[in-house]
């Protein structure tokens, strides 16, 4: 596995990535979560322009994607179960 800072021209692959993960999460139950369109594509872009969206390839092949940043996570301050 090789993990990268993300391109732009990898946009429409992250996206592709974050449509299966949604998938997978209500088809086990989590209807709550990324339920309102979020990852957002422009928060996505403005991730890969800041430097800080990353992804994971095996075979040159995108199956995974992350954002790294320093500090607290303003989604993550309220967390409604």
């Known amino acids: 596995m090789i993990i990268r800072n993300a391109l732009m021209s990898d946009f429409e692959n992250i996206s592709t990535v974050f449509e299966h993960a949604k998938k997978y999460m209500r088809e086990n139950g989590n209807m709550k979560q990324w339920a309102?369109?979020?990852?957002?594509?422009?928060?996505?872009?403005?991730?890969?322009e800041e430097g800080i969206c990353y992804v994971c390839e095996v075979?040159?092949?995108?199956?995974?994607?992350?954002?790294?940043?320093?500090?607290?996570?303003?989604?993550?301050?309220?967390?409604?179960?």
């Open 36 to 48: 309102d369109g979020y990852p957002y594509p422009e928060t996505i872009r403005k991730d890969i």
């Open 59 to 81: 075979d040159k092949a995108i199956v995974g994607v992350f954002t790294l940043f320093d500090g607290p996570d303003p989604c993550y301050e309220r967390i409604i179960g």
